[in-house]
């Protein structure tokens, strides 16, 4: 896996997760990346500083082969800014390795996944309106042929087309829905 710190074009900046830098260039080509904030699909990489460990860190983080573990001499033991990346203060971590930056990739990565979601969805159906519960009851019933359809239900309909044995699923929710 591999983290980016990705822009937009309107100068968002935000991070995502992709399990090779070839993932990262087949979702870009293929339109599948979009801004969390704004939605725009015009996403590039952003500059990183890589999160390189020098070689001289990584031998002091080796543990004392000679004593067990937890009975260091106090002159053997790293002082606090050499301590290993999984036992350092949020605060000292690179912000990459931070478990809100990682939360808000993952966020990310879920509210473009809901938008492609979505939009494949209402691309491949009719929408149909306040007339949803209507039309499927028709489609359940075979009153009309089958046909893709989204549009809107009160919780009383929905749970009235739900005890009829009606089958549909609610569109998911997006962040700019809720304006």
Same mark, same amino acid.
């Given at each position: 896996m591999i983290l980016y710190k990705l822009q937009c074009k309107k100068g968002h900046e +935000?991070?995502?997760? +992709?399990?090779?830098?070839?993932? +990262?260039?087949?979702?870009?080509?293929? #339109?599948?990346?979009? =801004? %969390?904030? =704004? #939605?725009?699909?015009?996403?590039?990489?952003?500059?990183?500083?890589?999160?390189?460990? %020098?070689?001289?860190?990584?031998?002091?983080?080796?543990?004392?082969?000679?004593q067990p573990t937890g009975s260091r001499k106090p002159e053997t033991q790293r002082p606090e800014t050499q301590r290993p990346e999984a036992q350092r203060p949020d605060t000292q971590r690179p912000e990459a390795q931070r478990p809100e930056t990682q939360r808000?990739?993952?966020?990310?990565?879920?509210v473009t996944a809901l938008r492609k979601l979505r939009a494949e969805i209402e691309g491949k159906s009719e929408y149909v309106g306040a007339r949803f %519960?209507?039309?499927?009851?028709?489609?359940?019933?075979?009153?009309? %042929?089958?046909? #893709?359809?989204? #549009?809107?239900?009160?919780?009383?309909?929905?749970?009235a087309l739900k005890d009829e044995g009606i089958e549909f699923y609610p569109l998911p929710i997006l962040p700019e829905d809720q304006n």
């Open positions: +935000f991070e995502a997760w +992709f399990a090779s830098s070839d993932a +990262f260039d087949r979702q870009k080509k293929k #339109g599948q990346l979009a =801004c %969390p904030s =704004c #939605g725009t699909k015009s996403v590039s990489k952003a500059l990183m500083t890589p999160n390189v460990t %020098p070689r001289s860190r990584r031998k002091a983080a080796a543990p004392d082969k000679q808000v990739a993952a966020h990310s990565e879920l %519960p209507e039309e499927a009851r028709k489609i359940h019933y075979e009153e009309v %042929p089958a046909r #893709g359809i989204h #549009g809107e239900a009160t919780a009383e309909e929905a749970k």
